[in-house]
């Protein structure tokens, strides 16, 4: 059971725009000709979205929850911005979007774990090559799963911001996914259930250079965050760009 309608108010406190991500994502624009086309999966309110496309940048951003579609489509202010919102998911996107044509494919704040499936996972990875450019990227970003992938229930790390708190636990089923369970708490104590039981696959480093070389790319480079501070095995958050 989803309860998504819960997190709409306060996802932007709980995963901020910060300035290290900014400037991380403006350095990929050094990389590419203009205008540099970039496509975020499970883009949330599209707050990064919207500040990208007002640099010279194409933006699209695809998103599976109504309600956060919603809210990224009442950024979007100036509608000479290159920047647009599409509800669908990764299974849809190569039959609705064109090959070869974005410079940067983005995935983040974990969002790469609710394709549930490891099939489905590897499919992710080829379809992600088939719409990038020759010498395109994918940039994903997820808590580092070699710490919580365990044959009992772990709690992941809080996230918070001045008003809530959101917590996470994810149990191990008789599969290979997991099934997480996500709560809001507000200042006054009041709980807000997020995710009750939903099923994911919480992928991990080994996983992510396994799959992504069988869909053909070379180089797979492991930071502990937007500064490109290189990973280690006790990093708690990994953003991965993969080449």
């Known amino acids: 059971m989803e309860s998504i309608h819960n997190l709409v108010e306060y996802y932007d406190e709980l995963y901020p725009v910060t300035q290290e991500q900014f400037d991380f994502?403006?350095?990929l624009v050094e990389e590419f000709s203009k205008p540099v086309k970039f496509?975020?999966?499970g883009c949330g309110t599209g707050v990064l979205?919207?500040?990208l496309a007002k640099d010279v940048t194409?933006?699209?951003?695809?998103?599976t929850i109504k309600e956060l579609l919603d809210s990224a489509t009442r950024k979007r202010r100036n509608q000479l911005m290159a920047v647009r919102f599409f509800q669908m998911s990764t299974i849809e996107m190569v039959r609705f979007l064109g090959k070869g044509f974005y410079s940067v494919i983005s995935c983040l704040n974990d969002r790469v774990i609710f394709i549930h499936d490891k099939v489905?996972?590897?499919?992710?990875?080829?379809?992600?090559k088939q719409l990038l450019v020759e010498n395109g990227?994918?940039?994903?970003?997820?808590?580092?799963?070699?710490?919580?992938?365990?044959?009992q229930a772990v709690t992941l790390p809080e996230k918070s911001s001045i008003r809530v708190t959101l917590s996470r636990k994810l149990e191990p089923t008789d599969g290979e996914d997991y099934l997480l369970t996500s709560t809001l708490e507000t200042g006054n104590g009041k709980k807000l259930p997020i995710y009750e039981k939903t099923s994911v696959y919480p992928i991990v480093k080994s996983e992510i250079i396994d799959f992504a070389k069988e869909a053909g790319f070379k180089n797979i480079e492991f930071y502990s965050d937007y500064k490109k501070t290189p990973a280690t095995d006790s990093s708690e958050n990994l953003v991965v760009v993969v080449r």
Do not use: H, W
């Open 137 to 151: 990227m994918v940039v994903l970003q997820l808590a580092n799963y070699n710490l919580y992938k365990k044959p």
């Open 58 to 63: 194409d933006v699209t951003g695809l998103e």
């Open 120 to 128: 489905l996972l590897r499919k992710f990875f080829f379809d992600c």
């Open 25 to 27: 994502y403006n350095s």
């Open 39 to 41: 496509l975020n999966i």
């Open 49 to 51: 979205e919207n500040k």
